[in-house]
């Protein structure tokens, strides 16, 4: 197994010229989709790089669906496989409000694995890595499912917008206000959770740069005072809750000051607020290193820093704190293609290696409402087991892998979720996972028949290897898969070009079939046992 650390480069931002084929698009899409099909590596080997990239980059509609009842008794009256969304809040009903809950997490995970070719989806998991939150473990009894629902929502309408936009958005967000107290922040006593939060982790970081003081913290909150939810947990501006007075910051801010107003003017300090919190240097670089440790690696080291995130935070701040133009800038980068050389650096997230595989091997999911949630919940309860499971982050900062050092991704990796990931992909690959009647299950025939040449055995583990690692296998050992797998100890390559053929040509044969299939299946069940399968 390659070394899954990053090697280093000394190069930056400026646009790739270099080969576009294969390797650079398969790395392109693992690293910001959930996989990479073999249709959509031809589709976008037929684009430019940057081409392939606006793609990507381009937003897709807002979903078509809700979430559903999946659950059975409700005392609202929704009926079974109808939506629950704008069907009363209830949350005192903690069992059906924890239902609910579940029936949203179920539905995300089908959001995600339907995204398709653009990076939209994996950008809402994202922020929600970064503005984290837990509707299981606290808060059931606190916020009702339908506030999740809307977070969800905002999160993915900013998810590719800008950056000002999406913290005031998410600041004045119901179940965030719930979730880190804001909804009790007022002016006779200030609550700071969400004030700190809003500079620690989620605008200016907790680098050595990151200067701001407990004062800033406690200033933040007063004018964070009087936004509040309603009886109905709808957003309000309480004027008579606000702190008036005018608020003054540190140096780190520029001895800023925010002017204090009374009646419905103070809700616009939150702006001002803002403003000076993105004003900072700081600010930006923070944010494109948690977009840099997401997709690329997960630590930057001093001539990262300078080559990579210094030049995109410029990008960044120059563009109005456009997401979209440091996706862009970054993902045509010299930088971001070095890695296809350097070999594959950064070990799967739970959701990349579930619905990538999902995806690539084009798992049969239903479309009957029962069937489709049977699917997900499959899914959903392997990514609990691998501890990444939406809507239950168990820390403010997010999932542990994405910010603990000094171990970062590794920590997707121990003796509970390495055996697990080993056991679900041989379990797809054999009988398949199975819930009330529905059934995940690979074909690799089927995925066998998407590659360009299956007939011939070379041919065949070289484009199928291409596909599902992005760490290059030797000559050697990809001849060793061919003579003991597909052609089982023969010594003719023709033994499996035979074999194919006569599948193709009576596919009603059961032997025919048989022989291509227990062959097929073990080769796929080989590869996905290896540890580089579970790089990106």
């Given amino acids: 197994m390659r070394n899954s650390a990053w090697p280093g480069s000394t190069s930056g931002i400026q646009e790739y010229t270099g080969t ?316 971001f293609y070095d890695l296809v050389y350097a070999g594959a650096c950064l070990i799967k997230s739970p959701l990349d290696f579930l619905l990538g595989l999902a995806r690539e091997f084009n798992l049969a999911i239903p479309t009957d409402a029962q069937s489709q949630y049977n699917a997900w919940g499959l899914l959903f309860n392997q990514a609990q087991i691998l501890q990444q499971a939406v809507l239950n982050i168990p820390v403010v900062a997010g999932w542990y892998p994405y910010y603990e050092s000094p171990t970062y991704h590794e920590l997707w990796i121990n003796s509970v979720t390495y055996p697990q990931r080993n056991y679900y992909t041989d379990l797809l690959m054999t009988t398949g996972d199975m819930m009330n009647g529905t059934t995940l299950v690979v074909d690799p025939v089927a995925f066998t028949q998407t590659l360009p040449n299956p007939s011939d055995p070379v041919a065949l583990v070289s484009d199928a290897l291409s596909i599902l690692l992005t760490v290059p296998v030797s000559t050697n050992d990809q001849q060793l898969m061919m003579r003991t797998i597909l052609l089982t100890n023969q010594t003719n390559n023709a033994y499996w070009t035979q074999a194919w053929q006569a599948y193709v040509a009576t596919p009603s044969d059961m032997n025919a079939y048989s022989t291509v299939f227990t062959r097929l299946q073990a080769f796929y069940k080989y590869v996905m046992d290896l540890p580089e399968y579970h790089l990106s």
């Avoid at 069907?87 to 609910?100: A, E, F, I, P, W």
């Avoid at 089908?110 to 808060?139: C, V, Y």
């Avoid at 179940?175 to 007022?186: C, D, E, H, R």
């Fill in 20 to 335: 576009w084929d294969t390797p650079q698009v398969v790395h392109l899409l693992k690293r910001t989709v959930f996989g990479a099909t073999v249709a959509d590596v031809n589709y976008f080997k037929g684009m430019t790089m940057s081409q392939a990239v606006d793609e990507i980059l381009t937003p897709t509609a807002a979903p078509t669906t809700q979430p559903l009842n999946n659950y059975g008794a409700d005392v609202t009256g929704v009926a079974p496989w109808a939506t629950w969304i704008g069907t009363g809040l209830l949350y005192q009903d903690q069992d059906l409000n924890g239902s609910r809950v579940a029936s949203m997490q179920l539905w995300w995970l089908g959001q995600m694995l339907a995204g398709g070719r653009s990076i939209h989806e994996k950008m809402t998991l994202f922020w929600h890595n970064h503005f984290a939150t837990d509707a299981i473990t606290d808060h059931l009894g606190d916020t009702p499912a339908q506030l999740w629902y809307n977070q969800y929502l905002t999160l993915r309408t900013n998810a590719l917008g800008n950056f000002q936009a999406m913290v005031k958005a998410i600041t004045i967000d119901p179940a965030m206000l719930i979730f880190l107290n804001g909804s009790t922040n007022v002016n006779t006593s200030p609550n700071e959770n969400y004030g700190r939060e809003l500079q620690e982790l989620y605008t200016e970081g907790k680098g050595v740069n990151s200067l701001y003081t407990q004062t800033d913290v406690h200033n933040a909150a007063r004018v964070l005072t009087g936004h509040t939810v309603d009886a109905s947990y709808n957003y309000v501006f309480q004027a008579g809750n606000h702190d008036q007075a005018d608020k003054q910051f540190s140096a780190y801010y520029g001895n800023h000051v925010v002017t204090g107003y009374s009646g419905v003017a103070g809700a616009g300090e939150l702006d001002d607020l803002l403003g000076m919190l993105l004003g900072t240097d700081e600010c930006a670089k923070f944010i494109c290193r948690k977009i840099y440790n997401f997709f690329i690696y997960y630590v930057d080291d001093a001539t990262v820093e300078s080559n990579v995130i210094v030049p995109l935070a410029s990008v960044f701040r120059s563009s109005g704190y456009s997401i979209t133009a440091v996706l862009s800038t970054l993902f045509k980068s010299q930088h």
